[in-house]
């Protein structure tokens, strides 16, 4: 019994030597650890209270739209982007607000919102989309230039199709019947190298094939 005390002792005296050696250490990491995990659930819990309160503000948003309210779809937009801008929802909402100042003949304002969520979305998708409505706003405004710049860069391959397609019009709307002409070749080849499970379905890719085709021998070049 005896020696087991003194083992323990022995045991003891070292644990209280490495103790304090690196107590200090273990204590700071500890801390830190500590520190770490707590921030990281505050962070996922703010997250979901800033997607939750922008939920909410869509949904005002949807209701907007859905009363051709363009003011108030406007003012709705812009707090999703001053509020929740890391939030689907802002860009979502500024696509949104964006078509419902296009319908009631404000271009500048939809050119603003599309600009930013092409600029801002976290989501390639509705970086993408934004991009597109943005080039078919200014395409309508007949800022050209600025249109193709809005399409610069390589879109994924599911928009690839739509992108050529809409530089082909914006080419053909400023009578460049060549360049608007290789376009529509453009969109209909990324067209039909689209896998099955992307881009258009079957039941609308035959009838979008169709629509660039025409554009294709308006140019004068039936194939």
Do not use: C
């Amino acid at each position: 019994m005896a020696a087991y005390d003194l083992e323990e002792q022995e045991q003891l005296a070292e644990l209280k030597t490495w103790w304090h050696q690196h107590g200090n250490r273990v204590t700071n990491i500890a801390l830190i650890v500590a520190l770490a995990l707590a921030g990281w659930q505050g962070w996922n819990w703010w997250q979901r209270n800033q997607a939750t309160q922008a939920s909410a503000v869509y949904m005002g948003l949807e209701k907007a739209a859905a009363g051709k309210d363009a003011l108030h779809a406007r003012e709705l937009a812009g707090e999703l982007i001053d509020k929740y801008p890391r939030t689907a929802y802002a860009a979502m909402g500024a696509l949104l607000s964006a078509r419902v100042q296009t319908d009631a003949g404000d271009g500048k304002n939809a050119q603003a919102q599309l600009q930013w969520a092409a600029d801002h979305s976290t989501d390639p998708a509705l970086r993408d989309l934004a991009r597109l409505r943005l080039a078919a706003v200014l395409l309508d405004a007949k800022s050209y230039d600025a249109a193709l710049k809005a399409l610069d860069g390589t879109p994924a391959d599911a928009f690839a199709p739509r992108f050529e397609e809409m530089k082909g019009d914006i080419e053909a709307a400023r009578g460049k019947v060549a360049e608007a002409r290789a376009d529509y070749e453009s969109a209909i080849a990324k067209l039909e190298k689209l896998p099955a499970d992307k881009g258009e379905s079957g039941a609308v890719r035959e009838p979008y094939h169709q629509v660039l085709q025409s554009k294709l021998e308006a140019m004068g070049a039936g194939k």
